[in-house]
């Protein structure tokens, strides 16, 4: 599974769009990238994911470079509630590799 | 929508003692994996079970055994606990090997 980092941390202020970056570099062809995200000690919560093509559903979008070596979550309007770590993935199906994350702070 | 259910949310123990934890996964999943975090950790891998199988096995100590029955349930067992065990334990759970759902996990406090 690829390797992933991410900055330690970033603050957004609340209702600004929340840009959180990953690079993956050693990707293969078929991993997919999946973000989660972890509430203060809650289970990791499944945010979205994708192979090669931009992804959008309710909760974020999903950026993906051509060359695949890195993406970004977007989070469209950022709530206080966003605060969290957030945690980008490279996976083939099976384990999670769990990187350290992104700690995304929403200011008031 | 149901989610995957751990059980208990909390449990003490002394060293030396053994623990069990179980996990039901959203049903139709097939799938259950095993995570632990240490305080202040990221989620570690422990063990996968697709189909009442082992599907693959990360970190997990020789002192703890884990196995998926036939209603797709899951249980850790872990024996001989130790300080160091002391930990949020997750289980998650996918239909087949598509994005996992975790539960929310059980606190275990080894004194």
């Known amino acids: 599974d690829a390797k992933t980092t991410q900055p330690p941390s970033m603050d957004c202020a609340e209702g600004r769009a929340a840009n959180l970056p990953c690079n993956h570099s050693?990707?293969?062809?078929?991993?997919?990238v999946y973000w989660y995200r972890q509430i203060h000690s809650q289970g990791p919560q499944y945010i979205i994911h994708?192979?090669?093509n931009n992804e959008t559903n309710e909760m974020a979008s999903l950026i993906i470079t051509e060359d695949r070596k890195s993406s970004t979550l977007i989070l469209p309007h950022a709530t206080l509630r966003d605060t969290a770590v957030y945690y980008c993935?490279?996976?083939?199906?099976?384990?999670?590799?769990f990187g350290t994350g992104t700690s995304l702070t929403v200011i008031p | 929508a149901a989610g995957v259910i751990q059980s208990p949310r909390h449990l003490i123990k002394e060293k030396r003692e053994t623990a069990t934890l179980k996990c039901y996964p959203i049903?139709?999943?097939?799938?259950v994996y095993w995570y632990q975090q240490g305080p202040g950790q990221d989620p570690q891998f422990l063990i996968s079970?697709?189909?009442?199988?082992?599907?693959d096995k990360g970190s997990i100590p020789d002192r703890f055994s884990a196995q998926q029955f036939s209603d797709y349930h899951s249980e850790l067992n872990m024996s001989s606990l130790e300080l160091g065990d002391s930990a949020l334990y997750f289980c998650?759970?996918?239909?087949?090997?598509?994005?996992?759902?975790f539960g929310p996990g059980t606190r275990l406090t080894v004194l």
């Open positions: 993935i490279g996976n083939t199906g099976n384990q999670f590799y």
């Open positions: 994708g192979l090669k």
């Open positions: 079970f697709y189909e009442k199988m082992q599907s």
């Open positions: 998650a759970s996918s239909f087949t090997y598509n994005e996992q759902f």
């Open positions: 049903p139709r999943h097939d799938t």
């Open positions: 050693t990707i293969s062809g078929n991993e997919y």
